[in-house]
């Protein structure tokens, strides 16, 4: 597709990267444009549908002020994804706080016949994703979505491989029962 | 035996979860953050001294209808990059993301051999992206009077987000009374809003078959049908709930 983000070459032309970080505003909403949807899709994934917007504003707020602090020596992608995921983590928590006393808002998942496209079957998986609690939420998105072994969860989050296969364990026998079928445990 | 929705657990920049975002409302989302991120010296000053605004009521009242056709305008930019509605992307290739976590967590992880280089970026030291909630700006009495479709839009999303469901509710059916571009994402906002805070299924499915008149095949059209969906399964509910 024409219009596909292709944040390769956003990487082969740092010199828009630098624009932006320098406060050029036409170089600033351009690269607002490209990275918007799959941070709206990540934010998803993390947070519940009324948070999910407000969340990816934030979250690309804190990406271009923090233009000035990339590095071109990893993967300009895996850094606003990493922006993106501890924004709303960070978010979520403060929502929580806030909301500690309220009741959860009651979740519909779509029935399997009412779309019949991956727009659709995401939309299910985010639907059951916010009846996880947070820890198994992230657990389970870092796991399946981002490539994480448990292993590496472990080790990066600082908690115990254990927790965090039982995190992985509980998450996805919760979404099964969302969603349907069977699957092996997580590695 | 790989379930068939694990298949499509995937993340790129297109075919969701998120709703679908059309052109206007990807240039209109995007012209906010950046308006956060890099706030004009001259607009933060005014904002910060109301008094001295007031002193420039003429100048500012003047000024504010400029932006307000500048703003109008720039929302009817064309579409750049891959923002569209309609754009699709292949499968994200491989990612290795730090885990969520407080500033603790992030500086007493040991770097992994295998991890890319990144730069480190520690949660504390980010930039506060929410502090501009929590200060709203304030503004004189000209300026309310200039405040565009979009402006009411934000501001409805505000209250929304600080759960004045009443407020954005209120708020929303101003864009929509408006008739301006923006009514067609409050239209599907207020629904939204009816159906899951304010109890009311029905009101909810009037908006969103609205928003499917209004706009068939429109960028909000899987959000609105879904959210029709769920209106008549609510209230098939609440019939069979009868006595």
């Known amino acids: ?187 | 035996m790989k379930p068939e929705w694990l298949d499509a657990f995937s993340l790129d920049d297109a075919g969701g979860p998120a709703a679908p975002l059309g052109r206007e409302e990807a240039q209109a989302l995007a012209s906010k953050v950046v308006a956060r991120a890099l706030p004009s010296a001259g607009a933060a000053s005014y904002l910060r001294h109301p008094r001295t605004a007031f002193l420039a009521a003429g100048l500012a009242g003047a000024l504010a209808l400029v932006g307000s056709v500048q703003a109008l305008r720039s929302q009817e930019a064309p579409c750049v990059g891959a923002t569209c509605a309609e754009s699709a992307g292949a499968s994200a290739p491989p990612l290795r993301v730090a885990p969520p976590g407080d500033g603790r967590t992030t500086t007493s992880a040991p770097p992994r051999a295998d991890a890319p280089a990144l730069e480190a970026v520690p949660i504390a030291s980010l930039p506060d992206a929410t502090a501009n909630r929590a200060a709203p700006a304030r503004r004189p009495p000209s300026a309310v009077e200039t405040r565009t479709a979009s402006d009411l839009l934000a501001e409805a999303n505000r209250a929304r987000r600080d759960r004045d469901w009443t407020r954005a509710a209120a708020l929303y059916e101003r864009v929509m009374q408006s008739q301006a571009d923006e009514s067609y994402a409050a239209t599907v906002a207020l629904a939204s809003l009816r159906l899951e805070h304010l109890g009311d299924a029905r009101g909810a499915l009037v908006l969103y078959e609205q928003a499917l008149a209004q706009r068939p095949g429109g960028a909000l059209a899987a959000q609105a049908e879904a959210g029709a969906a769920r209106c008549r399964r609510v209230l098939a509910a609440d019939e069979r709930a009868r006595p």
């Open chain 1, 1 to 187: 597709m024409a219009s596909r983000m292709d944040l390769a070459a956003l990487e082969r032309s740092p010199g828009r990267l630098e624009a932006a970080a320098r406060g050029d505003r036409a170089a600033a909403q351009e690269l607002t444009l490209e990275l918007l949807p799959r941070v709206r899709n990540l934010v998803r994934y993390l947070a519940r549908r009324g948070d999910a917007d407000d969340i990816t504003q934030d979250a690309l707020v804190t990406v271009l002020r923090s233009l000035s602090s990339y590095r071109p020596t990893g993967s300009f992608q895996a850094w606003v994804d990493r922006i993106v995921v501890r924004v709303t983590y960070a978010e979520i928590r403060r929502e929580r706080r806030r909301a500690r006393h309220e009741s959860a808002e009651a979740v519909d998942v779509p029935g399997p016949s009412d779309f019949a496209s991956t727009y659709a079957t995401r939309a299910r998986i985010a639907a059951a994703l916010d009846t996880l609690p947070i820890d198994q939420r992230f657990a389970v998105v870092l796991h399946h979505l981002l490539g994480m072994s448990a292993s590496e969860i472990a080790e990066e989050i600082g908690a115990p491989l254990e927790t965090i296969r039982s995190r992985l364990r509980v998450g996805m026998q919760h979404l099964r029962s969302l969603l349907g079928a069977t699957e092996g445990d997580p590695q």
